[in-house]
């Protein structure tokens, strides 16, 4: 069985999106360093005590103790970021990133988060470094800056700068980034992220990057992150135990994995445990367990699962013969082009199954399937015809 390696979220799992994820440091806050009030702390915000200053910027930002106002935030969070407060600095550069309480301003987002990240702030260090990889809200993209700062980040454990880092090395022509990019990703794996043991199982299973394809570290890898539930780890553990290719097959270990991808909604996994519960192929073979997982995974879009629902339901085979819901499926995938579909319509119209005898509708479809190549409908349209299909 071929492996079909799975990366359902982009290029190795990667964050959703910049901004999405900024989102997430924004409120990285940390409680008041003293037990005062408001009042008293505007007393102390007033004489230029940044930590009072950014203390206020936090209750305003998040409406802590007050009635939340961002804009109040931003100008306290700004007289502290003048005074060197580092989180002051990072947090007012995301509000002008996201323009939270006050205008998107890219040059002055990068002017703060750049202060706080020559400070060493990691959170504003990975911060520019997902500006500059994505160019977010008009920040120039930039993979060399974006590279610096991720590396800054990760040379202090930043998971998540470890794992950029490493699918922008990976990218590179030169090979001495192709070697840094396996570093950083096995770093990141080795911090037990479940993302990122699936990523470095990714890269030795295909070799991307210039790593040596090492189907033993692959297993070792997607085995960890699978442990953990990670269904694509689980699925693609399951293929490489299953075919045996570099590694001792284990078609029971397999089909307990495709399983356990399967119950967590893998789509491929589904199907295909349906291929194998049809052909009996490393279990007992059992069609009404077939056209279960093939419902399943057509019902999350699989278009191959939806077939074969279509033909189990036509031929009645492991599930009570319904003609009328084979049609809508095959007449469904008919229309975006698959030729078999098309093909089957042409015999159901034929034959009048589900529907009246139409030899036109028949003709029609076994038309269209044939201009796609299908030996069985051009020879379906010459019968009806009475011509050669090369006439």
């Known amino acids: 069985m071929r492996t079909i390696v799975i990366d359902p979220v982009g290029r190795w799992g990667r964050l959703a999106g910049a901004l999405s994820v900024m989102v997430l440091f924004m409120m990285a806050t940390v409680q008041p360093a003293y037990p005062v009030t408001i009042d008293r702390l505007l007393e102390l915000a007033a004489d230029g005590d940044a930590t009072a200053q950014y203390t206020l910027g936090v209750m305003y930002q998040k409406g802590s103790g007050t009635e939340q106002d961002k804009s109040e935030a931003a100008k306290w969070y700004k007289l502290a970021a003048q005074s060197g407060h580092v989180k002051a600095q990072f947090n007012l550069g995301i509000m002008y990133l996201k323009g939270d309480g006050v205008e998107v301003n890219p040059d002055d987002a990068v002017n703060w988060l750049t202060s706080a990240a020559e400070q060493g702030d990691v959170d504003a260090q990975y911060a520019l470094g997902l500006a500059y990889e994505n160019g977010t809200s008009g920040i120039e993209k930039d993979d060399y800056l974006a590279v610096k700062w991720y590396t800054r980040a990760a040379e202090q454990g930043y998971t998540k700068a470890q794992s950029n880092l490493s699918v922008l090395l990976e990218q590179s022509e030169e090979e001495r980034d192709r070697d840094d990019a396996l570093d950083w990703a096995r770093k990141a794996a080795e911090t037990g992220n479940v993302k990122d043991q699936f990523n470095l199982g990714l890269m030795y299973l295909t070799g991307d990057g210039g790593v040596d394809t090492d189907i033993e570290e692959a297993v070792k890898w ?170």
């Open 222 to 391: 997607f085995r960890k992150a699978a442990k953990k539930g990670h269904p694509d780890a689980q699925y693609n553990l399951a293929a490489v135990l299953f075919k045996g290719d570099g590694v001792e097959a284990d078609v029971d270990e397999a089909v307990s994995w495709y399983r356990k991808a399967a119950e967590q909604g893998q789509t491929d996994a589904q199907y295909t445990l349906g291929l194998l519960y049809l052909d009996g192929d490393g279990v007992k073979k059992d069609k009404a367990t077939a056209f279960k997982w093939f419902t399943k995974a057509s019902e999350n879009g699989h278009p191959e699962a939806l077939y074969n629902v279509g033909v189990m339901q036509y031929k009645g085979d492991g599930v009570k013969r319904d003609l009328s819901s084979a049609m809508d499926i095959f007449r469904k995938i008919a229309s975006d082009g698959d030729a078999r579909a098309q093909f089957n319509l042409g015999v159901m119209y034929v034959r009048g199954e589900g529907v009246a005898k139409s030899e036109e509708d028949a003709l029609k479809w076994f038309t269209m399937a044939a201009e796609q190549g299908n030996e069985a409908a051009k020879n379906a349209v010459e019968k009806i015809t009475g011509r050669s299909w090369e006439e």
